[in-house]
């Protein structure tokens, strides 16, 4: 589904990813962890199209298309989601209003029929349940005076609401407590199926406990160094990444 | 006629007063025509202002003098149907409706309906007839005559909106007043001259829509006059939507008794060259005021609002918020003048002016003066100039929107903060209704 090859890329002139290299295929959970400032977030953003962010070198393709050449709304009608770190907040447009919008721009580009206000409704009504959300959730404006937990429920809400195909989770679990993380994981949960596919960005295992992926990667000083099945998580944790970091300098001296 | 006969625009307008007075027949007999006489005389002695003029540095009123505006009373007055007028009406909402055309009041198309007993909703004109002592301890007393411009409106000054609310009164259906402007063959002058008086203990909501036909070149010289009385209410909401031609000039002088409330909402689409003088005293303790403001310009359009705050008595609390849209070739300004007196202490004052600038040619002056003179008191201001915010907007074209469109929502949100004070749900959706069509944007309905 989504296949990056020798990603390079660079903000205000500075390197920040150094040639990355992944496959993800549909129904599979991928996470990323790494320190702070191994290139997570940069990540992230070079694969919605945020264009502060230069790619310099590599390609990324998204069910065979080249996504670097799509805007961010193309790569959002394409199926793709990311669940931001920092989501932001917009006064004076309801819940309901930026969701409605988003949904129909996305099923007007896959020639799909625009929702009815009741079948809108009722998709509200089964995501918001999923999540505990309350019903009222939806005529406030979107993340205004919310928590940071409500916040990043609200991303799995949207997330739920549009039904993407490929999920990437920035640092969703990043000011959750345990109950949040719980509601947010098994929102993810929810939505994981065969035929889509998740890129958890973290930096803690503990949200790995939730959402447990096939494949777990070390990310450090943008790349890729170290592959592994979900027990690579566990190990990161009870060792620290200065672990990977010490392993990688033998071979590099071996 | 055209200007050349004239000296000066001056002479063109201290020249039409004589046939003013012969239309005028038996209401020159009144004490307010004493009062436009010497307003003449002001008028004759005044230069009208020009940039080297500290309160007009940024605002060239030049093209608004080119012209040789005719009193729409020495004009023929056009005729209007309720069809006709109805799309400039604010609707949906239960309300006392008051229309003036070319700043004269209209009988047949306004439905004032039902007031409180002893309340005045109406034509000014009207009272000075039946009622004159009624408003003679108001009427030009609030308002000095500063420039020429209000002099000019004093002189001239015929009819206009009077909104009287006696002691305890409470009148609760809001009061939808209407200024349609239209020039015919005649290029016009339109001068409503506003009073609104609130007594003790009563309450008044009134919305002032000024607006004209499209293409049609004319000038708005309004000059309003307000009176909260101890512990009134009064919430003034004005729309400016004139013609892109015209040209708005409004003087604005409000004065609060202790214990009042006056909201003040200006929210401006129209006009080439648009200048509101907003200035409230506030001469009694414990009142409250509060400005909001919303302004939108695009093409070349001239914005220019100051707006001023008298502390003169202590325990009283200001806020402003004035909020500018810019687009095209347009140019704002915003002077901010708050004087907190030397008695004038526990005084709570605060400002803020924010800019959005949507192309690389709008532009702002934008200018806070505070001068205070008492020890113990919270004053603060700020000013922000600024594009749409791109991280808010890479968030929304990330759900799939396209960007045109997010930046319609973004623009939606930085006008909420003043739209959403606005208590009337129909007006604030219409408002907000009015930003997309007058910015030529995508439109956000809200659901």
Request: glycine share 6%.
């Amino acid at each position: 589904m989504l296949s990056i090859k020798n990603l390079k890329a660079n903000i205000d002139g500075k390197e920040i990813l150094n040639g990355i290299d992944l496959e993800i295929k549909t129904g599979e959970v991928h996470a990323i962890m790494g320190p702070n400032g191994s290139g997570k977030s940069t990540l992230a953003n070079v694969l919605t199209g945020n264009k502060s962010y230069e790619v310099t070198e590599g390609e990324i393709l998204f069910e065979g298309k080249n996504l670097l050449e799509m805007d961010p709304e193309t790569r959002a009608r394409e199926g793709m989601f990311l669940a931001f770190q920092y989501p932001i907040e917009i006064p004076g447009i309801s819940n309901a209003t930026f969701l409605k919008t988003a949904l129909n721009e996305i099923r007007k580009y896959n020639n799909q029929p625009e929702l009815t206000p009741k079948e809108f409704l009722e998709r509200i009504k089964e995501k918001a349940k999923i999540l505990g959300l309350d019903d009222t959730l939806i005529s406030r404006a979107v993340n205004v005076g919310f928590s940071g937990g409500e916040k990043k429920r609200n991303e799995i809400f949207q997330m739920l609401m549009l039904e993407p195909k490929f999920v990437l989770l920035d640092e969703t679990d990043s000011g959750l407590d345990i109950d949040a993380l719980k509601i947010v994981s098994s929102g993810v949960n929810v939505y994981r199926k065969p035929t889509n596919a998740v890129l958890v960005i973290t930096h803690y295992q503990r949200l790995l406990d939730y959402i447990v992926p096939d494949y777990v990667h070390v990310l450090s000083k943008g790349r890729i160094i170290k592959s592994g099945g979900k027990e690579l998580a566990l190990e990161l944790e009870d060792k620290g990444y200065d672990w990977i970091k010490t392993e990688e300098l033998e071979a590099e001296n071996a | 006629m055209n200007n050349l006969e004239f000296k000066n625009i001056k002479d063109w307008y201290l020249s039409g007063f004589d046939l003013f007075e012969k239309k005028l027949n038996g209401e020159s007999k009144s004490f307010l025509h004493e009062i436009r006489k010497d307003a003449l005389l002001t008028l004759s002695s005044l230069d009208f202002p020009a940039n080297h003029n500290e309160e007009w540095k940024y605002t060239n009123v030049s093209p608004i003098l080119k012209y040789n505006f005719i009193p729409a009373v020495n004009s023929i007055l056009p005729k209007f149907s309720k069809k006709e007028i109805e799309k400039f009406l604010f609707s949906n909402f239960d309300c006392h409706l008051i229309v003036f055309i070319n700043g004269i009041f209209s009988e047949e198309l306004s439905e004032i309906g039902a007031l409180p007993d002893g309340v005045i909703a109406g034509s000014l004109r009207n009272i000075v007839k039946e009622n004159p002592q009624l408003v003679n301890n108001y009427l030009t007393r609030l308002s000095k005559i500063d420039n020429a411009f209000n002099a000019l409106n004093t002189a001239y000054s015929f009819d206009g909106l009077a909104v009287i609310v006696p002691d305890g009164k409470v009148v609760d259906k809001p009061i939808q007043v209407l200024y349609l402007n239209s020039s015919g063959d005649e290029l016009i002058l339109s001068q409503p001259r506003n009073l609104i008086i609130a007594g003790k203990n009563s309450q008044v909501n009134i919305i002032t829509n000024y607006c004209g036909f499209d293409q049609n070149l004319y000038f708005s010289n309004i000059v309003t006059e307000l009176y909260a009385d101890e512990n009134a209410v009064i919430s003034l909401c004005k729309v400016q939507d004139e013609s892109h031609d015209a040209f708005h000039i409004e003087k604005l002088q409000a004065s609060q008794k202790s214990n009042s409330l006056f909201n003040h909402y200006s929210i401006g689409f129209g006009g080439s060259i648009v200048r509101n003088d907003i200035n409230t005293l506030l001469d009694g303790e414990n009142t409250e005021t509060h400005y909001y403001g919303l302004y939108l310009a695009n093409g070349k359009q001239h914005v220019d609002n100051h707006t001023f705050i008298d502390h003169a008595k202590p325990n009283c609390m200001s806020n402003e918020l004035y909020k500018g849209i810019l687009d095209g070739n347009s140019h704002g300004v915003f002077n901010g003048k708050i004087i907190v007196r030397h008695d004038a202490q526990k005084t709570n004052a605060y400002q803020q002016n924010k800019t959005i600038l949507l192309s690389k040619t709008a532009k702002i002056d934008t200018k806070p003066q505070l001068e205070i003179f008492a020890n113990d008191v919270k004053c603060s201001h700020g000013a922000t100039v600024g594009k749409l915010d791109e991280s808010s907007e890479f968030y929304i074209r990330s759900r799939g929107v396209p960007q045109e469109l997010a930046k319609s929502m973004l623009i939606r949100a930085f006008a909420n903060d003043v739209i959403e004070t606005i208590k009337i749900d129909q007006l604030r959706e219409q408002l907000n209704h009015m930003i997309f069509e007058h910015l030529h944007r995508v439109e956000i309905h809200n659901q």
